[in-house]
């Protein structure tokens, strides 16, 4: 039984699994959206979410806090500089997930999750 068990393994080692969801958050502040799995998609977006807020924060420790998830130095800036002004008065929601139907080669439901 799955009683309050939360969150999805994708058949991967732990950390392969951390590693795939801090590279996605990551590319996802970078470019702005990614094209991805639906379940990927809905793992990864309170995690940006997350990463965002702590941007929003502005403070030292929430820097530290963003800089030891997301994996590159420039996108932790931007989180900082960029978004957090962008989403001054955004209560939540910074992203938007939109299905884009079966993937060709193994028809895994495919999803655009984009910056709002």
Do not use: C, N, W
């Not at 039984?1 to 969801?21: A, C, E, L, Y």
């Amino acid at each position: 039984m799955r009683h309050r068990v939360s969150g999805r393994k994708f058949d991967r080692p732990t950390g392969h699994r951390t590693m795939m969801f801090r590279t996605l958050v990551t590319d996802l502040l970078k470019h702005g959206h990614v094209r991805t799995t639906a379940a990927k998609a809905r793992e990864v977006r309170p995690m940006a979410e997350k990463m965002i807020t702590l941007g929003k924060s502005g403070s030292l420790h929430a820097r530290r806090q963003a800089a030891a998830f997301i994996t590159e130095s420039r996108v932790v800036s931007s989180v900082f500089d960029d978004l957090a002004d962008r989403y001054k008065t955004r209560p939540g929601g910074y992203t938007r997930m939109t299905k884009l139907g079966p993937r060709k080669g193994d028809a895994s439901e495919m999803a655009l999750l984009e910056l709002v």
